[in-house]
């Protein structure tokens, strides 16, 4: 706040057209099981699902670029990491989402 921004969020939700509601957080939705995510730290700030169709996360460098857990929204790893040390436009953001609700890939 003091070098000048209006406001600060831990995770905050945005409509995104083509999309839909989406959550944003620096973290990923916590794993069902620990064992499946190596050196899962930090879970008591790691958002949880409220209605959200996708989450935009980073946090996890280049790990992997896209994940859903059972019974919750797909999660988008936005992180300059994984998209050639740029950020992801919105209108990318909708063909993602698109691209990964038509296919069974995710995970990769």
């Known amino acids: 706040m003091e070098a000048g921004f209006a406001d600060m969020h831990f995770e905050h939700q945005i409509e995104v057209e083509g999309v839909g509601l989406v959550k944003l957080s620096h973290f990923p939705y916590a794993p069902p099981d620990p064992d499946d995510e190596a050196f899962l730290r930090y879970e008591h700030l790691r958002p949880t699902p ?24 797909l999660m988008l790893n936005v992180g300059v990491d994984k998209h050639n040390l740029h950020p992801i436009p919105e209108g990318e953001v909708a063909r993602w989402f698109q691209a990964m609700s038509e296919s069974s890939a995710i995970g990769t």
């Open 50 to 73: 409220t209605g959200e169709i996708l989450l935009l996360h980073g946090h996890i460098h280049s790990q992997w670029l896209t994940r859903q857990y059972s019974n919750m929204p």
